[in-house]
């Protein structure tokens, strides 16, 4: 039995680590605030949550599947709980039973207990699918629910529970042997009891002894253990496929968990975002080749669950462009922004409803950030020296199609330096039809010639009032030779800087 809920071919791992750059990612884009709205406190759901976002599914067609399963949890939130809980039930039933010592007898009592409990799980199992199933139109829980009422129907549980009781032993064991070197038992195997046809007169008088039997003393210690020792060779081989039987519906329980889980965690964050007042949408994942990159209302999750104030959305209109260049005001809304549209693609990528009003993107094979960082804390290396490293690592991870977002990449030399670095870096992500969006102060990066005259580049700009308020708006702009540094010292010291003398 296979749930498979998350993916179509494989399950998810919660305990495999998480991919190269998901820290960056984490960090860069303020995931943080999204992970613990989507856990609720809960270890677990935070461990599915960061492997299942992290892990980007870049078939178009995957990623409608698991937004099609969303959506049924949506509409079926009651059910989906039911099944979630039972899951997480059975596996704490699972933690009840230990195993004291790794004796055949013992392996099969913890395994015959835990067939019990998993009885009752698989029994419950089938009766919310058979009452509730009808209502799922997903593919994803079609099929679920069909692997559920072909696989567990009353036949099967039936003979469940008629080989539970037989390995009870009520009658005692038997064992078949042959006689080996030295006239030792040899080729142990456990056998059914025979069923022999007794009169009314034996049922009703009994003989005292069965022939062919013999008895051991109470103080024959050695017989016992002999005795002992030869139930051990007789069951070893069913305590062990019995164990390997209950770790499959053990491992069958802890992925329903898994995946029910990350769908759970969707409802959270939806839940956390409407008491703020926002809304997330379900995206429109299309092929990489059409480079799309279409959006409205894109507003940051990070800032709208950390904030109480109003939180400024914006559009984005980038179909066929491989390099977004935002420049304008410092404190524009410039990272806000690459932020919103980051997290957009990563949460379509995990089938997820994104924080927008309307998203139509590429899937990308990789998505990569390469923010500017503070001082190394260590000394170890400058800050030009840990963006370059960091650079170089991300660089390896790209493919065509890929998706970077830069932020004042470079911003750690001058204007001059900084600009050379960009521009190769941004030219070498083009050639290879890597996507790049990057924020950058740069004036002499985005005014040079290479990339005005390119039709594949789009050029925005944080809006500012002429009076020197920010509206938080990116429209599409040309670059202006300032940032407008003095209407932050204005808001600071009250005052514009005075202009040395020359």
């Given at each position: 039995?296979k749930?498979r809920?998350?993916?179509?071919?494989?399950?998810l791992?919660?305990?495999s680590?998480l991919p190269?750059?998901?820290?960056?990612?984490?960090?860069?884009?303020?995931?943080?605030?999204?992970f613990d709205?989507?856990a609720q406190?809960?270890?677990?759901?935070?461990?599915?949550?960061?492997r299942?976002?992290?892990?980007?599914?870049?078939d178009p067609?995957?990623?409608?599947?698991?937004?099609?399963?969303?959506?049924d949890?949506?509409?079926h939130?009651?059910?989906?709980?039911?099944?979630?809980?039972?899951?997480?039930?059975?596996?704490a039933?699972?933690?009840r039973?230990?195993?004291?010592?790794k004796s055949?007898?013992?392996?099969l009592?913890?395994?015959v207990?835990?067939?019990?409990?998993?009885l009752e799980?698989?029994e419950?199992l089938?009766?919310?699918?058979?009452t509730?199933?009808e209502?799922f139109r997903s593919?994803?829980?079609?099929r679920?629910?069909?692997m559920?009422g072909?696989?567990l129907?009353e036949?099967y549980l039936?003979?469940?529970r008629a080989?539970?009781d037989?390995?009870?032993?009520e009658?005692?064991v038997?064992?078949?042997?042959r006689?080996?070197a030295g006239?030792?038992?040899?080729?142990?195997?456990?056998?059914?009891?025979?069923e022999?046809?007794?009169g009314?007169?034996?049922?009703?008088?009994?003989?005292?002894?069965?022939?062919l039997a013999?008895e051991i003393?109470e103080?024959?210690?050695?017989?016992l253990?002999?005795?002992?020792e030869?139930?051990?060779?007789?069951i070893?081989s069913?305590a062990?496929?019995?164990?390997?039987?209950?770790?499959?519906?053990r491992?069958f329980?802890?992925?329903?968990?898994?995946?029910l889980?990350f769908?759970l965690?969707?409802?959270?964050?939806?839940?956390?975002?409407a008491?703020?007042?926002r809304?997330?949408?379900?995206?429109e994942?299309?092929?990489p080749?059409a480079?799309?990159a279409?959006g409205?209302?894109?507003?940051d999750?990070?800032?709208?669950?950390?904030s109480?104030?109003?939180?400024?959305a914006?559009?984005?209109?980038a179909?066929?462009?491989?390099?977004v260049?935002?420049?304008g005001a410092?404190?524009?809304g410039k990272?806000?922004?690459?932020?919103?549209f980051?997290?957009?693609q990563?949460l379509?990528?995990?089938?997820m409803g994104v924080?927008?009003?309307?998203?139509r993107a590429?899937v990308?094979?990789a998505?990569?950030?390469?923010?500017a960082?503070g001082?190394?804390?260590?000394?170890?290396?400058?800050k030009l020296?840990?963006e370059?490293?960091r650079?170089?690592q991300l660089?390896?991870?790209l493919?065509p199609?890929a998706?970077?977002?830069?932020?004042?990449?470079f911003?750690s030399?001058?204007?001059r330096?900084?600009s050379?670095l960009?521009?190769?870096?941004f030219?070498a992500c083009?050639?290879?039809?890597?996507?790049?969006?990057?924020?950058?102060?740069l004036y002499?990066?985005a005014?040079?010639?290479?990339?005005?005259?390119?039709?594949?580049v789009?050029?925005?700009r944080?809006?500012?009032?002429?009076d020197?308020q920010r509206?938080?708006?990116?429209?599409?702009?040309?670059?202006?030779?300032?940032?407008?540094?003095a209407?932050?010292?204005?808001?600071?010291f009250?005052?514009?800087p005075r202009?040395?003398p020359a």
């Amino acid at each position: 039995m296979k749930v498979r809920l998350l993916f179509e071919d494989h399950d998810l791992d919660p305990a495999s680590p998480l991919p190269p750059g998901a820290a960056d990612l984490t960090l860069d884009l303020g995931l943080e605030a999204v992970f613990d709205a989507m856990a609720q406190g809960n270890a677990a759901l935070r461990a599915v949550a960061e492997r299942t976002v992290f892990r980007s599914l870049t078939d178009p067609a995957a990623i409608r599947r698991r937004l099609e399963a969303l959506q049924d949890v949506r509409e079926h939130a009651g059910v989906a709980r039911e099944l979630y809980d039972l899951a997480l039930a059975m596996l704490a039933a699972e933690r009840r039973y230990w195993s004291f010592g790794k004796s055949a007898d013992s392996v099969l009592h913890r395994a015959v207990r835990l067939l019990e409990v998993y009885l009752e799980g698989l029994e419950a199992l089938r009766r919310i699918a058979r009452t509730s199933g009808e209502g799922f139109r997903s593919e994803a829980f079609r099929r679920f629910f069909r692997m559920v009422g072909d696989e567990l129907g009353e036949a099967y549980l039936g003979e469940l529970r008629a080989q539970r009781d037989e390995l009870e032993f009520e009658d005692g064991v038997w064992i078949s042997a042959r006689l080996g070197a030295g006239n030792r038992g040899t080729e142990h195997v456990l056998r059914r009891p025979r069923e022999v046809r007794v009169g009314w007169w034996r049922r009703r008088f009994p003989p005292r002894k069965t022939p062919l039997a013999f008895e051991i003393g109470e103080r024959d210690e050695s017989g016992l253990r002999s005795l002992s020792e030869l139930r051990e060779r007789g069951i070893a081989s069913v305590a062990g496929a019995l164990a390997r039987s209950t770790e499959h519906l053990r491992g069958f329980f802890t992925c329903l968990s898994v995946d029910l889980g990350f769908f759970l965690g969707c409802l959270h964050l939806e839940t956390a975002l409407a008491a703020h007042g926002r809304a997330l949408v379900s995206p429109e994942p299309v092929d990489p080749e059409a480079r799309a990159a279409d959006g409205a209302g894109l507003y940051d999750p990070g800032l709208a669950l950390r904030s109480n104030a109003p939180v400024v959305a914006n559009d984005l209109a980038a179909d066929r462009k491989l390099l977004v260049v935002v420049t304008g005001a410092n404190q524009g809304g410039k990272s806000t922004f690459l932020r919103a549209f980051g997290i957009a693609q990563l949460l379509m990528q995990a089938g997820m409803g994104v924080p927008a009003e309307r998203f139509r993107a590429s899937v990308a094979p990789a998505i990569a950030t390469h923010f500017a960082r503070g001082e190394d804390a260590t000394m170890a290396r400058g800050k030009l020296d840990d963006e370059l490293r960091r650079m170089s690592q991300l660089v390896e991870r790209l493919r065509p199609g890929a998706l970077l977002l830069s932020n004042e990449s470079f911003s750690s030399t001058n204007e001059r330096e900084g600009s050379q670095l960009a521009a190769e870096v941004f030219r070498a992500c083009r050639e290879s039809g890597v996507r790049v969006v990057a924020v950058t102060h740069l004036y002499e990066l985005a005014c040079s010639a290479e990339l005005r005259d390119s039709p594949d580049v789009l050029y925005l700009r944080a809006e500012r009032t002429p009076d020197g308020q920010r509206t938080f708006r990116i429209r599409e702009g040309d670059p202006l030779p300032t940032s407008f540094g003095a209407d932050v010292y204005a808001a600071i010291f009250g005052a514009p800087p005075r202009a040395r003398p020359a």
